[in-house]
């Protein structure tokens, strides 16, 4: 019970400045060419001779596969929310490219929680997680608002 506990947080369980760490993916050149052929077929994901004469001076990642990647990183024990990772918005920045060889993983902290005055099973929760690469650069920033449930003996507050 106590590791089900862990692996599944409900709002009450969360408090501002909580963080949790995912665990990494190393990101290959192969699996950017396969993510941009399919959902972001622009040449700087997919050659790398253009890819060198582009802004990024090589060959670079789709964002959405970086975004896509950090989801699964997030699901796979970066963000241990009962109910699952439900957004109701997102931010998003890009500030360095990901690379072929990329180990990536995910650090998030909890930055706000808002319980629902409406639906007293649930909240808000404003979770930052930072995607970093090997070197512990920040390689997309996402700021999301998460719908997580409360526990059902909470009731109304």
Not at 89 to 106: F, N, S
Not at 122 to 130: A, C, D, F, P, Q
Request: proline fraction near 6%; aromatic fraction near 6%; charged fraction near 25%.
């Amino acid at each position: 019970m106590n590791s089900e506990k862990r692996d599944h947080l409900f709002l009450d369980d969360l408090h501002v400045g909580q963080t949790f760490t995912s665990p990494s993916h190393r990101l290959d050149t192969e699996q950017i060419k396969r993510f941009a052929q399919e959902f972001d077929p622009q040449s700087f994901h997919l050659d790398e001779n253009a890819a060198a004469q582009s802004l990024f001076a090589g060959l670079a990642a789709s964002g959405w596969h970086t975004a896509a990647l950090t989801m699964r990183l997030l699901v796979n024990g970066g963000a241990p929310i009962a109910g699952g990772i439900i957004g109701a918005a997102v931010e998003i920045a890009w500030p360095k490219p990901t690379r072929p060889g990329d180990e990536l993983h995910v650090v998030s902290e909890v930055e706000e929680i808002i319980p629902s005055r409406s639906k007293p099973d649930r909240g808000i929760v404003v979770l930052r997680s930072e995607t970093r690469n090997q070197r512990s650069e920040v390689v997309q920033v996402l700021t999301s608002k998460l719908v997580v449930p409360r526990r059902q003996s909470s009731g109304k507050k």
